[in-house]
């Protein structure tokens, strides 16, 4: 059955718990029974962390009854990827040869969480340490499932994530995104999610080739809740080599919808790659919509050319330094197509990966001059809709250059920000996003547009079809 109070916003929960109308701890006690009715069909959460929950919201219950809570966020349900670290639980990122040790320390997003008083429902699932754009692997027991459809994937690698918060169980997930794994999920989940640059979100440990191509932030029903979250989660934490400097306090407060007055250009081609004829009959209308609503949108061709030839041996190159860090008597237990890209990466030189490092660089100039004539760029943010959870990743019928990164990589390349926003659901009934990129540092623009995208478009939250699949489990 459906439950309201699990879809409502974080100014709603607010609002009751200021009110006394309801409590944190009740809200975190539904949230906790949806989990255990729908997980079993999803298989979404990695790890539930009841006690915890429970605890956590026994204390913001207190604060809110004496009139102090810590945050906005205070008693607000979040889910955490699992390959970020919780205190007091192991971080498997998604595979069998991973350390069941449990975390002795938060990482700098989960410490922030807590300190805002936010309640954690436990570590959400993810493909094995995040290598593609579905969630599936060894360490599940099988594939994650979309809540509009559980015969489809909620996409990856946040997929746990995303599919956490389209079904009602969370009112924010943290994901990360080194390739699209924050913007992939949420649009094939019909939510909002941001990629901030590079850097603005702290995290630890933060190592390796991929290091520089990760970024954390929030997936969310709403643009509002994801920018209340972003600026919590953006807060310091000096155990992060490569973090920004810290945004000025305020940073994303008094936010305002808008679009009239900014040069924004369209690319419905990124990169030789296009959106199916599905996709982009959606995109297309969002875009004329939003000229209706006073946007000055300018159709322009892909300013950057094919991805494979200069990047392909980075990211193998970097799947093969992750497998030799694992005893090589366990790499029978790794995801298949996890190791075959690593044992292709482990021929991978150094001539090979410097070449790669100067073509970001070059990839960030081409953006950095693109973004002086044009204040944002649009795009679908996937070629197709969510694929069946059976599909085979990278392989010949879903090969990930063409069918799942083309529009969302390049800006992981470059650090920029980019979001993605539901904009429709297609003729199969499954929701479209699109995909709204800035210059680096350009957060707060983007989720000012997104605001008035969000209102523009009146994609429902949840939206009725959701509701009905949910109803159905």
């Not at 059955?1 to 709603?12: G, K, R, V």
């Not at 599919?163 to 649009?187: E, K, L, M, Y």
């Not at 298949?336 to 100067?358: H, S, Y």
């Not at 990839?363 to 649009?378: C, E, K, M, Q, S």
């Amino acid at each position: 059955m459906h439950d309201a109070d699990c879809f409502l916003s974080i100014a709603e929960l607010g609002q009751r718990f200021a009110a006394g109308s309801t409590r944190p701890s009740v809200i975190a006690g539904r949230h906790l029974a949806r989990i255990a009715r729908i997980d079993p069909v999803l298989n979404a959460m990695q790890v539930v962390d009841a006690d915890g929950a429970l605890k956590a919201a026994a204390d913001s219950d207190a604060r809110w009854a004496a009139g102090r809570p810590a945050s906005l966020l205070d008693g607000i349900t979040v889910t955490i990827k699992d390959n970020v670290d919780l205190a007091g639980f192991p971080t498997r990122h998604g595979s069998l040869t991973s350390s069941d040790t449990p975390a002795t320390a938060d990482a700098p997003v989960v410490a922030r969480l807590r300190e805002a008083g936010a309640v954690i429902l436990g570590k959400t699932r993810l493909p094995e340490f995040g290598w593609k754009g579905l969630t599936d692997g060894p360490l599940q027991g099988g594939p994650t499932r979309n809540p509009w459809h559980i015969a489809v994937s909620p996409g990856g690698s946040s997929g746990g994530a995303a599919a956490c918060v389209a079904a009602g169980i969370g009112t924010i997930a943290f994901g990360n995104d080194g390739g699209g794994s924050i913007r992939i999920p949420a649009s094939f989940c019909g939510l909002f999610g941001i990629k901030p640059t590079f850097g603005r979100v702290p995290h630890h440990l933060q190592e390796g080739l991929f290091a520089t191509l990760v970024a954390g932030g929030p997936i969310a029903r709403t643009v509002a809740d994801a920018a209340v979250t972003l600026a919590v989660m953006a807060r310091p934490d000096d155990r992060d080599w490569f973090a920004l400097p810290p945004p000025p306090d305020g940073w994303l407060a008094d936010l305002t919808p808008r679009l009239a007055g900014l040069r924004i250009a369209y690319a419905p081609a990124l990169g030789g790659v296009s959106a199916d004829d599905e996709v982009r009959a959606v995109v297309d209308a969002a875009v004329e919509t939003l000229r209706g609503r006073g946007a000055t949108i300018t159709e322009v061709p892909s300013p950057i050319g094919d991805l494979k030839d200069r990047f392909e041996a980075y990211w193998i190159g970097a799947f093969a330094r992750r497998m030799r860090l694992i005893p090589r008597q366990r790499w029978a237990d790794l995801d298949p197509g996890f190791r075959a890209l690593a044992e292709r990466g482990m021929d991978v030189g150094i001539d090979q990966l410097l070449d790669a490092e100067a073509a970001r660089a070059a990839l960030g100039r081409t953006f950095a001059a693109f973004h002086r004539d044009h204040d944002l760029l649009l795009t679908p943010t996937m070629p197709h809709v969510a694929p069946p959870v059976e599909t085979v990743y990278h392989g010949p019928t879903y090969d990930r250059w063409r069918d799942s990164v083309a529009f969302t990589l390049p800006f992981n390349l470059t650090g920029q920000p980019a979001s993605t926003t539901p904009c429709g659901l297609s003729a199969s009934g499954l929701p479209v996003g699109l995909q709204v990129v800035g210059p680096k540092y350009a957060e707060r623009l983007i989720l000012e547009a997104g605001l008035a995208i969000e209102a523009a478009l009146g994609f429902a939250q949840p939206h009725p079809r959701l509701v009905e699949a949910l109803d159905a489990m």
